[in-house]
């Protein structure tokens, strides 16, 4: 049996995609394979994942069922050609918990997907000439896997 872990992240793709963006509504988000580093436009609002960094077993019932803790990252690109500093930092903030909301809000995952959920943001310049930003969503995503 597959992990629901890849139904979780397709939810999740579904529901950041669905967001209306606070500024520019024209460029929508986006999943790609690998976010690029803000090189030119059409890296604005693309977002991917990483691979998991911990796949921690909490518990165990019995043989056939084990709840498992999954942390990874949602990267997302943002850029900010043609902003003041001070303009940047505030439409990142805006975007950061847009999306933020989103996914904690969000209750009706998918099947054997316990809880899902964003625990901390970094932030990271990636160009200056774009002022392109990697946003770094850290979550924690809890699974109940059978055989």
């Given at each position: 049996?597959?992990?629901?872990?890849?139904?979780?992240l397709?939810?999740?793709?579904?529901?950041?995609?669905?967001?209306?963006?606070?500024?520019?509504?024209?460029?929508?988000?986006?999943?790609?394979?690998?976010?690029?580093?803000?090189?030119?436009?059409?890296?604005?609002?693309?977002?991917?994942f990483?691979?998991?960094?911990?796949?921690?077993?909490?518990?165990?019932?019995?043989?056939?069922?084990?709840?498992?803790?999954?942390?990874?990252?949602?990267?997302?690109?943002?850029?900010?050609?043609?902003?003041?500093?001070?303009?940047?930092?505030?439409?990142?903030?805006?975007?950061?918990?847009?999306?933020?909301?989103?996914?904690?809000?969000?209750?009706?995952?998918?099947?054997?997907?316990?809880?899902?959920?964003?625990?901390?943001?970094?932030?990271?310049?990636?160009?200056?000439?774009?002022r392109?930003?990697?946003?770094?969503?850290?979550?924690?995503?809890?699974?109940?896997?059978?055989?």
């Amino acid at each position: 049996m597959s992990s629901p872990l890849g139904t979780v992240l397709g939810d999740i793709v579904t529901t950041v995609e669905a967001l209306t963006p606070p500024s520019s509504t024209e460029i929508t988000y986006s999943e790609v394979d690998d976010v690029r580093g803000g090189i030119d436009s059409s890296d604005h609002r693309t977002f991917s994942f990483s691979l998991p960094s911990r796949g921690d077993i909490i518990a165990e019932r019995g043989t056939a069922l084990a709840e498992y803790e999954w942390r990874l990252d949602l990267g997302l690109t943002l850029l900010g050609v043609g902003r003041s500093a001070r303009d940047h930092v505030a439409a990142v903030a805006d975007e950061v918990v847009l999306i933020c909301r989103a996914i904690d809000k969000k209750t009706d995952w998918a099947g054997n997907v316990t809880f899902a959920q964003v625990d901390a943001v970094s932030v990271a310049a990636l160009n200056e000439e774009t002022r392109a930003t990697l946003v770094a969503f850290h979550l924690r995503v809890t699974t109940e896997e059978t055989d």
